[in-house]
């Protein structure tokens, strides 16, 4: 299996500050990445797909980058609504795996 | 938009089963794949089983093989997983989720119906 890990764990960010999340995967994946954002109670909603594509309604404030094994996803500008958990999935190959998440507080 | 809700969740002890609906809005279903994703208790997201359009290819994660049984009726927009022999690992909130125009697991998702194996 493929193994995710992402990191930090969690992190602490003000309005208007731009973070980064990374994702590193335990083998070549090439671009088969994507981002999702979790609010509690609420369905995982996707941001990123194959790497860097925004998905259709997602604000541009969120961008995907990288390749193979390193990838990065990053929030500019940030916004109170914005608080969540991010998660990074690997769809190379199956089983289908998630990295751990990225709390993120505002 | 097309809608997916979960159903079936509950209470259920070791060794039980429980067989989760999801339905879907909208006449789009028959055209993706489906999946189940679960997250357990303070735990993150997990895959665990997806089905094709025409059910000819199915898959599941190594620790719900020969335990859970992925369905689906397009006739009747539905996604269905059977789960037997639960243990307390299998406490979760379980999504159906699709997958979409662009890779997988980019549709819609549901919001969920939570598994609890307890005694």
């Known amino acids: 299996d493929i193994q995710m890990t992402q990191s930090p764990s969690s992190l602490s960010a003000s309005v208007g500050d731009r973070v980064t999340i990374t994702c590193q995967a335990s083998?070549?994946?090439?671009?088969?990445l994507n981002w999702y954002q979790h609010r509690p109670g609420k369905a995982p909603r996707l941001l990123i797909y194959?790497?860097?594509n925004l998905q259709i309604g997602v604000s541009s404030r969120f961008s995907g980058g990288g390749s193979g094994t390193d990838f990065t996803f990053t929030i500019s500008d940030l916004q109170p609504e914005d608080a969540a958990i991010y998660y990074c999935?690997?769809?190379?190959?199956?089983?289908?795996?998630f990295g751990q998440g990225t709390k993120l507080e505002i | 938009e097309v809608q997916l809700v979960e159903s079936g969740g509950g209470l259920v002890k070791p060794g039980g089963s429980l067989r989760l609906s999801c339905g879907a809005s909208?006449?789009?279903?028959?055209?993706?794949?489906m999946n189940w994703v679960r997250q357990a208790p303070g735990k993150g997201l997990e895959w665990v089983s997806s089905?094709?359009?025409?059910?000819?290819?199915?898959w599941y994660a190594d620790k719900v093989k020969g335990r859970f049984t992925i369905s689906r009726d397009n006739d009747q927009s539905s996604l269905f997983l059977q789960m037997s022999n639960l243990s307390a690992e299998d406490t979760a909130v379980y999504y159906c989720?699709?997958?979409?125009?662009?890779?997988?697991?980019?549709?819609?998702w549901g919001q969920g119906t939570t598994v609890t194996v307890s005694s």
């Open positions: 989720a699709s997958d979409g125009d662009t890779t997988v697991l980019s549709g819609v």
């Open positions: 909208g006449s789009t279903f028959s055209r993706y794949t």
């Open positions: 089905i094709t359009t025409t059910s000819n290819y199915i």
């Open positions: 083998q070549d994946i090439s671009d088969s």
């Open positions: 194959d790497t860097s």
């Open positions: 999935l690997q769809s190379d190959n199956l089983p289908y795996t």
